[in-house]
């Protein structure tokens, strides 16, 4: 790709704050809403992973490898099975590392930073379904495994106007051609505009001590692409929605209009000039 080329695929990616929180400099490669009855202290950004933490073997040959083949893209092959509405109650979830199960509301051990890094490694061993499946449960989506169905008992009330049924974020079918594709990108795009500006770098902020260094422009594929974008969303949610209810996240949303409120009769009164902040489409 030449440089010029590559330079404004770069500043339109970043203007739209999408993948900003994806990029590197370097050359190295509940009842949730409602009824959560206990706070969980989750690991911040400042924090580094335990002693016994180490990257996986195939992680680090998987790093070495991208980095000596000059970071290509990763072309998955279409998966279309997962055309099938009964994929999502049925399709294989759990048997690998990666701490993810259907029933249940999500716990702690799902949403650690551990876990999460699997999803955005090179040539990650979570598929799709694990990803679109912590993602619905992190939504309030839940898994009947008599009527072996997914509810929306406990989804956020704005989003379960428009998805009483979970959606998939990920693209599970891997064919981008917009008869397909076009409403799947969308349910992506949705999900990541509810993510506030000030937690958009949450890759960065939380998976960098974990290795997490990046992606260059050349090897991002849509799925690699999505991927960040969920994670991003779920260290998002780990951090600001999950063990709340609904009630106090309202309180937590009207105590920060308040602030900003005041902030911008500050930034009146001195003249300052005004910040641009990309609108925010709240889940709850």
Request: some cysteine; charged content about 30%.
């Amino acid at each position: 790709m030449p440089r010029s080329t590559a330079f404004l695929l770069f500043v339109f990616l970043w203007s739209h704050d999408a993948l900003s929180f994806a990029f590197t400099t370097k050359n190295a490669g509940s009842s949730v809403p409602f009824v959560v009855a206990r706070r969980i202290k989750m690991t911040t950004g400042d924090d580094q992973p335990s002693s016994s933490y180490t990257q996986p073997d195939n992680v680090i040959s998987n790093n070495a490898l991208a980095e000596a083949a000059g970071f290509p893209a990763i072309i998955l092959s279409p998966f279309p099975d997962a055309a099938d509405p009964t994929f999502m109650a049925k399709g294989p979830v759990g048997g690998n590392d990666f701490k993810v199960t259907r029933e249940g509301e999500p716990i702690a051990e799902e949403l650690t930073n551990e876990n999460l890094i699997q999803i955005v490694v090179r040539r990650s061993n979570v598929t799709d379904i694990e990803v679109n499946t912590l993602v619905w449960k992190c939504l309030g989506y839940r898994y009947d495994s008599e009527a072996k169905e997914w509810t929306a008992p406990e989804v956020f009330p704005k989003w379960k106007e428009r998805y009483p049924t979970p959606p998939d974020v990920i693209g599970m079918q891997r064919i981008y051609e917009k008869v397909i594709d076009g409403e799947l990108i969308k349910n992506n795009q949705r999900l990541t505009a509810s993510v506030p500006v000030e937690n958009k770098q949450s890759l960065k902020t939380f998976l960098k001590p974990y290795g997490f260094t990046g992606y260059k422009v050349s090897e991002l594929t849509p799925n690699m692409t999505r991927r960040a974008q969920c994670t991003n969303w779920l260290l998002y949610y780990r951090e600001e929605l999950f063990g709340y209810t609904l009630d106090e996240l309202k309180e937590k949303r009207r105590v920060k209009q308040e602030k900003e409120a005041e902030e911008e009769r500050k930034r009146i009164e001195e003249n300052r000039e005004k910040e641009w902040k990309p609108p925010v489409k709240e889940v709850f």
